[in-house]
């Protein structure tokens, strides 16, 4: 098959004609074959380059083009454009990277020039075997689904729902509000906390573009920007959403006590609950685990018993279904409903963005803070329960005897700073240390507190103000560590002995009736899942890992997909939100409503008569863009999905799967001639 | 035997190492010519009659260069190259290729003095072995 080929040399300025010999250049790409013509030109991607380029075209008629000039990285596009506008498809075109890689890398001319011949030829050879390919558009769906209910994501839903994009926001909780949700004030102005997020989870929950799903979790997300399609399970709560007025009448009746999670097990709640009083959305949830009606694990001992032939399966029916309906009874409403039942609806989006927060580093693993062992250490969160009016207390800062302690140490970095657990700063603890002693303070100014620290981390504008002022109290005493790692804290009587080396090399012993530890941030339990789901990278800490640290701060490897808040790494709640704005932002401007998306054209295709139905490729596909035809018992490229990596074909071992624009044939031509 | 300049062929991803080579280029990087560049979107593609068509189209060595673990573009390509690059050579040594003929490594787009040194050594170390012997692939 003969073709017409124009071939185009571009001097780049000096750039590429300095240590290149475009004369023999012209002459060695006039002689080789196919080729109808060369031309070369100073400067192709310039205005009169261009031009050059589809005049001559538009004379020439070639039916391919080779370009030899730059990299492809910077101009392969504008080229393509070219060629489209003057009628040739845009792939079938080749461009040879004489700049960046011989002009500028290579020590002499005659050298870079023979170099330059071997991709010519090169080029020349795989453009003759290039096919045309047509670019593909799909609509684009300006929906998104948001995943976590803290600031971070109650922030980016509202963004997007004001610009009038439906949002899918996906809770695992029965609740909104994330950890913040907790916390009885916030640094550094010492603002209630609830006031501040209350209008906000208000105006969300009321939001005709937010469709709030709490108790649920993503399970499978397919698709890529513009047309994702999420599964997501909706866990059965038992209550309706619509008919429950948030009474409280079932949950007084509940027989069934248990520790509250929420307040990591310092107060009890019942089966039927709400985690806390003023929760939202005000709806109580079944815990089907405690229930006595569902039993889960209230009749663990009895499945063990019948697993193990002690019981009969009657016995154990007997006792899982005890016919408790206290709660239904007690509801005038008629709002809970025993039959509900896990549910998995599908919403399609255009755009995703990750806010699942973040989790503490557990303690317990290092035995020198006794966290675990001796009952009055606290890890920070739980802190805040105490220090907190719907927390286990009240308010009131008391220990487990209902005694309001006489001194409270607080240990900075636990696990933090450390090589040997989290080498990073979790970016918050030094301020919220300063909000428990400014709070202790407030709350109880006889009890004195110890701070033990290494650094102070207090950057931004209000912080420095804010440590000057805490640090006046009298009762607070600053005790300046090397390492908090090297503290040892011990149960002694009825206190905690606590003994440090400060800085100036002295051994500091000190005794408190409380321990506060301010641990590692971490990333959230299901981070891990979710990345697998979502195909989002971690870095080696586990949070999501950011498309560029400075000028990609809230996007991911994944085109359409963002993170905002301490899913992306530690920080406080004013950068969160500022990242969530910046993650709705993005989205805003990607997915314009009626704008059309264009989809990758270098795919692989699958030729069905070959296909030996082994499946290996489906396996391989990072992008799940391979499904196997049951019918045709074929293995089925997706080319919506798929991103053209080319693992498939590589592994394919019938080898009928095959990659557009890079096919066998074609490379194998580059490195025939390269080699000539 | 002075004389010998290796012909290598260099197979770059095209989103981390390609981009590294280019790179190289932009900070003026002198490096031998012997390193002939083919272009593929990522280092999954590259299929191990690649590597064994080049050695009989004449190549002496053959480098493949990827983005780092975890950096793949296509999120997990570069594994797929890796697994698929461990069995290839197990397959060479049968032919009687030295194994120090082909690498694997991993370029990321900013690291241009990693690109020149790796293209360096390889050329260095194909220099030492010689040309390939034509009849292990014949
Ligand atoms: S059915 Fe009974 S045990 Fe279960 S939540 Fe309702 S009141 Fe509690
Ligand atoms: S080229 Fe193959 S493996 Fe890669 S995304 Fe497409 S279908 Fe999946």
Redesign the pocket.
Known sequence: MRSRIGVYICSCGTNISENLDIDQLVRFSSGLENVAYVKTHALLCSEDGKSHISDDIIKEKPDRVVIVACTPKEHEKTFRNVLQKAGINPYLFQMVNVREQVAWVTADKQTATEKAKAYIRAAVRRVALHEPLEKREIDCNPDVLVIGAGPAGMEAALTLAKAGRKVFLVEKNSFIGGRVARYEEVFPKLECASCMLEPKMDEMLHHENIELLTNSEVREVLGFLGNFVARIQKKAGFVDREKCLGCGACYEQCPVTVRNEFDYNLSDRKAIYVPYTGALPNVPVIDTKNCLRFGDSGSSTYREAYELGLITLEEYEMFRNQDCSKCRDACSFDAINYEDTDEIVERNIGGIVVATGFDLFDPSVLSQFGYGSIPEVYTSLEFERILAQTGPTGGKLLMANQKEPRSVAIIHCVGSRDRNNKEYCSAVCCLYALKYAHMIEKHAPEVKVYDIYADWCVPGKDNQEFLDSVAGWKNLHFIHTKLPMNIAIQQADSTIALSCVDLAGKKQEFSADMVVLCPAMIPAKDASALSDILLISRGKDGFFTEGHTKLAPVSTNIEGIFIAGCAQGPKDIQSSVAQASAAAGQLLSLLVPGRKLELDVI??E?DEKACAECRI?IG???????VLDREKKVAV???V?????????A?CPSGS?K?RHFTTQQIFAEIEEVLK | MKDFEPRIIGFLCNWCSYAGADAAGSARKIYPPNVKVIRV??T??IDPQFVLKAFQSGADGVLILGCHPGDCH?KE?NYNALRRFHLLRTMLAQFGIEKDRVRLDWVSASEAEKFVATVNDMVKKVKILGPLRKTAVA
Do not use: E, H, Q
């Not at chain 1, 999905?641 to 693992?647: E, P, R, S, V």
């Open positions: 795919t692989a699958i490729c391989l596909c990072p992008y799940k863009a391979i490229v997706n080319t999905l798929c991103k053209g990596c080319g693992t498939c074909v592994a799967a990659s | 979107m990522c999954g593609r296509y390509g």
